[in-house]
């Protein structure tokens, strides 16, 4: 690759800074005691701390306690976002990847709520209002409750997403659709064709979405979310003869 295909193209480039200051304004405000996680990351429709305008700000916010989320995902738009921008130009590359953001909030939600509904079949009416009206506050105490289903339905209610994942995911599989033959190298050492590491990403999040391991904090049906909103643009794009 030439130097030009590695500089930052305007939209990427803002993406990047937005994301940058946000971080680093979620840690020093959390340092005040002030968690904008509370207000601008995204919770199931469900939750009482759900907000409309959530969609859209989750897009901006990463994890404070783990920086190779927002290095991992900062890297990927820029490598991928850059080709993106520069072979659609900076508008519609803007739209396809808060499209995608969009679409793959959806997704993640739609499973969130699923589980959420199963969690309740299984509660008396008590047992769900003392989550619904207890249950972040126990959980602001660094307390748990003892039974396993109320904590259940507790940490689905009140575990926040947040992250450019989902949009990331995205561009990747626009990336694996417009350059198809373009080679990866995974992990800086093997080469791989794109149209194979969208394929077999794809199928690890999906393995991986279904598999609901523990401890996995992952939102891969937001990942897949991505690709699915990033697949049905192009092909609807390509229709138009957009793309």
Partial sequence: MGN???????????????????FLGCISLKQSGIDL???????????????????????FMHSTRDFTHIFSNMFMLFILGSYLERYWGSKN????????????????????????SQTLSLLTNE????VFDKGY?????GKRFIDPKLETLNDLL??????????VFGALIAFGMLFPNMV???????????????????????????SNRA???????????????????IKYWKKKGHS
């Fill in 93 to 116: 590359f803007l739209i396809y990847y808060l499209a995608t953001g969009l679409g793959a909030a959806c997704l993640h939600l739609f499973v969130i709520e699923y589980e959420i």
């Fill in 137 to 141: 506050e126990i959980s602001m105490e």
């Fill in 158 to 167: 009140h575990t926040p997403t947040v992250g450019a994942s989902g949009a």
């Fill in 37 to 59: 996680f509370d207000h601008f990351a995204i919770y199931p429709l469900s939750s009482d701390l759900f907000k409309p305008f959530q969609f859209l700000t989750h897009l």
């Fill in 184 to 210: 990866f190298y995974f992990y800086f050492l093997f080469p791989i064709k794109a149209k194979y590491f969208v394929l077999l990403y794809g199928i690890f999040e999906l393995w991986s979405g279904f």
């Fill in 215 to 233: 401890g996995d904090n992952v939102a891969h049906f937001a990942h897949l979310g991505g690709m699915l909103f990033g697949f049905l643009i």
């Fill in 127 to 130: 047992e769900i209002n003392l």
């Fill in 4 to 22: 030009n295909m590695l500089s930052l193209t305007p939209v990427v480039k803002h993406l990047m800074i937005i994301n940058g200051l946000v």
